[in-house]
């Protein structure tokens, strides 16, 4: 009998957006393909480190779809020093829901990536407290304060390396699913007739983030690119007010359904 060929997710930065990364999962697990491998950067870092420690599919859509009224706490904390946000009470958050935990006690190897604001380099993480190294990845530049560890200065994954494929590509996975929340090469909805100072500062930022998330998934056999152009990355009040999540959840789904029968042949 040959041996079963390993799978390793890669879960890509993106904010809200990052909600399509549960229904990947749901799909892959649905068609009994067995995850051994997972990493992630900013949200996706998140979603890595819960499923690689519970491998609970309905508790991880419980926790990252819904339990709003915990996520908007989180930004109630106020400072100037480093970011918007001071990140204590994300912090906190995570420690409670992934049971101050380490990387050590997860069911399938997991690695995060953050970035070191200071040299600029992609960190990753893979010891440890899986809180710290969440709520290091998830520090957006301007929003969260950078968190400090081991004298590193650490923000969010998706500045150096938003889709980490090469880091489950060296973790042993055989086949690499990359998950690209950065498919921005065309924006219809911006044109010339509502050109803002606001808007061509987003829609800049969306071009960086294409072809950087372009560069990140050099190493993947398979990718999966959710088409989600209403959330940006900066789009979490709309889904404080909004029933969004469940609808990303679906998007996830429909897209991971593409690559199903070639994933299977390749297998």
Known sequence: MSKRKTIGLALGSGGPRGLAHVGVIKTLLKHNIHIDYIAGSSIGAWIAVHYGLYQDIK??????????????????????????????????????????KSFSDTK???????????????IMISKGKLAEAARASMSVPTLFKPLIINEQLLIDGGSSNPVPDDVVKKMGADIVISVNLDNYHKNSSFNINNLTLT???????????????QYSIKDSDFIIEPNIPAIGIMSWPKYFREEIGPKIVKIGEKETEKIIDDLKKVL
């Open 59 to 100: 508790k991880l859509e419980e926790y990252t779809v819904h339990k709003k009224k915990d996520k908007f706490y989180v930004f109630l904390e106020p400072t100037l020093k480093g970011g918007f946000v001071k990140g204590t009470k994300m912090h906190e958050l995570l420690k409670l829901w992934l049971k101050d």
């Open 108 to 122: 399938i190897p997991v690695s995060v990536v953050a970035t070191d604001l200071i040299t600029g380099k992609p």
């Open 199 to 213: 808007k061509t500062a987003n829609r800049t930022f969306e071009i960086m983030r294409h072809y950087l998330a």
